[in-house]
């Protein structure tokens, strides 16, 4: 049965976990594979070719595993290679996007800051959403280098976080800026630390709930929730108790700590081998 069938949700790392959470409370019935391709994390400095090939390679590898909608929980991997997973897979593919529309339209002083990796803020798809929708507000765009490294230990408050973090938001903060926007799955797990450095002074914009509701509604679009069985008949049942897989491409162990302390989830990850996909 097609609506049985799990979610995959991939990244680059543990930075979609921060997704995976908010999709677990939209959708509790459902089954879900979170795929995390930490043997290359982070891929915010690789080259765009590497990052098209990896994305695509885990996208087969979750077909291959017959889910039903595959969430690209991943800023970066969803710059580069959503337009051509759409063409070249037959079910719904869910990205993720700095959530800049919503900054321009919160922002009183018409200055927001975004807080993305490198490769993200040098993508085509990023400086069109600017484009279309920044406006009159100006955006101080800073790239996180060493923030994602430190989340994939599970390091999110530590000193020399904190000392990251301070001087990546600092020309944020000088340039009378109200709101930030979280370009990268992974800051969502800086919310505290962005708290306390910015003492409450910006409004964080994160995209990860919206990311769900998406999924929900493309879901609920083309019937395939887990509870919808009949087209003709519109009856439903709870079917069985939703699982959760949790894969590594990296050290599984590693993704087993990384998730119990990150989203209070205690499963044992699996590492599986990956190829990249020509494309």
Known sequence: MRNAAPIGVLDSGVGGLSVLRSIRAALPDETLLYCADSCYAPYGERKNSFITARTLGI???LEAQHVKA?????????????????????????????GIRIAALRSRTRVAGVLATTSTLKSERFNALLAQYSGDCRFICQHGRGLVEAIEVGDVSSPVVMQ??????QPILDSSADTLVLGCTHYSFLWNALCTITAKQLYIVDTHEAIASQLVRQLTKQRLLINTI?????????LASPTLRLISTGDALQLTR?????????IDAEHVKIASEPF
């Open 70 to 98: 595959i969430v690209v929980a991943c800023n970066t991997a969803t710059a580069h290679t959503l337009l051509i997973l759409r063409e070249r897979l037959k079910m719904p593919i869910i990205g993720v996007e700095p």
């Open 59 to 61: 996208s087969r590898w």
């Open 164 to 169: 990251y973090l301070s001087a990546c938001i």
């Open 230 to 238: 009949s087209a003709t008949t519109h009856s439903k049942k709870r």
């Open 258 to 266: 990384i998730a119990q302390k990150l989203i209070g989830v205690n």
